[in-house]
């Protein structure tokens, strides 16, 4: 392992697995940046609680009666 080459190699190897990690990271912090930034303006999913639209809570009502449906014929129980 003296040969100069594969030290040449094993560097660049190294650099460009490093730079890969280093855009990675980067990209999850602007998200996280981005995620927080919506949550301190009420938008984010961290204030999910309040719907935002009539259609929304139209959706979230039907889900919440198929949920209820799908626990009643897990019981066992008869609609």
Same mark, same amino acid.
């Given at each position: 392992?003296? +040969?100069p080459m594969v030290w040449a190699e094993l560097t660049a190897a190294g650099f460009a697995g490093l730079v890969v990690v280093t855009?990675?990271?980067l990209k #999850?912090?602007?998200?996280?940046?981005?995620?927080?930034?919506l949550s301190i303006e #009420?938008?984010?999913?961290?204030? #999910? +609680?309040a719907a935002a639209s009539p259609m929304a809570r139209i959706e979230l009502a039907d889900l919440k009666e198929r949920v209820r449906k799908l626990e009643a014929i897990a019981? #066992?129980?008869d609609l």
């Amino acid at each position: 392992m003296t +040969n100069p080459m594969v030290w040449a190699e094993l560097t660049a190897a190294g650099f460009a697995g490093l730079v890969v990690v280093t855009f990675a990271m980067l990209k #999850g912090w602007r998200e996280w940046i981005a995620l927080q930034r919506l949550s301190i303006e #009420g938008r984010g999913p961290v204030e #999910g +609680n309040a719907a935002a639209s009539p259609m929304a809570r139209i959706e979230l009502a039907d889900l919440k009666e198929r949920v209820r449906k799908l626990e009643a014929i897990a019981a #066992g129980v008869d609609l």
